[in-house]
C-alpha cells in the first residue's frame, strides 16, 4: 500500500484514476454525493471513459436541486449514476420509531436515520467492490486532515481512494469553472457541503466549510460514511 501510496502521489488526479482503473479491472467504484468535488470526479472519469461505476445514495431527503444536478450530468457526460435507495420497511420502522424528523432530537435518532438512509445502502453499493473513489479534501475539516492518498477502510473493509486530497478550494472552483462542470445551484446560495435538505443549511462567511450540516450538533460533523 506504501508503494502505490508513493505512485499515487506522483500523478494527478484524472492519472491515478487511471491507475487505480487498471490495478482493480471491473472493481473500482466512486460514490458521488453530487458535490462539487464529486463534479470534478465524475468529469474526471467520464472525459477519460474509466470503467469506473459511479453511483449515489437518494436518502429520499435530498434537495430538488441535487436530484436535479443528477439529471444534468448523466445528461452532459452520457453516463448512467446508479442510484441506491434506502431499504423500505427499514425506513418505514425508522419513521414509525422516531417521527417524520425525529433525528433534530437526538444525536442517536440522527445516527440512526443515517444508518438506515445511507450507511446500510453504501454497504450494499460497496460489497464486492474492491476500491473505494471518493472525493475527500484533507482541508474539509479537522477530522479529515489526517487522511491518506489510498487507506484501507476498515468499517467497509475496502481500499478508499482520495484523488483530490491535496486540492485546495480555490483550485476546485477554477477547475470546475475551466471545464465547465455541471454544479448544484445551491452552492451559489451559500451552502458548500450539501447533505439531506433538513439536515443542511447555508453558511457564513468565515464559518467551516461543514458548519452547514447537522448545525444543531456539537458533533464531528460527519455522517458515517467515512468513519475511521
Ligand atoms: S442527513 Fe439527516 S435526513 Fe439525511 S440521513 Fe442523516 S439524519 Fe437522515
Known amino acids: 500500500m506504501h508503494d502505490l501510496e508513493q505512485r499515487l502521489e506522483q500523478l494527478t488526479a484524472g492519472e491515478g484514476l487511471a491507475l487505480i482503473a487498471d490495478l482493480f479491472p471491473g472493481k473500482v467504484v466512486f460514490s458521488t454525493s453530487l458535490g462539487q468535488e464529486d463534479q470534478v470526479i465524475t468529469q474526471l472519469i467520464a472525459s477519460q471513459n474509466l470503467p469506473i461505476q459511479i453511483f449515489s445514495l437518494d436518502t429520499g431527503r435530498l434537495f430538488p436541486e441535487t436530484l436535479e444536478l443528477l439529471a444534468r450530468t448523466e445528461s452532459k457526460y452520457k453516463t448512467r449514476i446508479k442510484v441506491y435507495y434506502p431499504e423500505t420497511t427499514s425506513v418505514e420502522k425508522l419513521v414509525a420509531d422516531i417521527g417524520i424528523n425525529g433525528f433534530y432530537e437526538s444525536v442517536e435518532n440522527r445516527k440512526s436515520c443515517c444508518f438506515v438512509r445511507k450507511v446500510e445502502p453504501l454497504k450494499r ?61 445551491l452552492h451559489d446560495k451559500g451552502f458548500i457541503s450539501i447533505g439531506c435538505a433538513p439536515c443542511t443549511r447555508a453558511i457564513l462567511p468565515g464559518e467551516d466549510a461543514r458548519a452547514g450540516r447537522w448545525w444543531w450538533e456539537e458533533s464531528k460533523k460527519e455522517c458515517g460514511l467515512h468513519a475511521k
Open 125 to 185: 453499493a460497496l460489497a464486492r467492490n474492491k476500491v473505494w473513489v471518493t472525493g475527500l479534501r484533507a482541508e474539509q475539516s479537522a477530522n479529515r486532515s489526517a487522511m491518506k492518498r489510498i487507506e484501507w477502510d476498515e468499517a467497509n473493509q475496502i481500499l478508499k481512494y482520495n484523488p483530490l486530497l491535496d486540492w485546495g478550494f480555490d483550485e476546485m472552483l477554477a477547475y470546475i469553472q475551466e471545464h465547465k462542470i455541471p454544479y448544484n445551484p
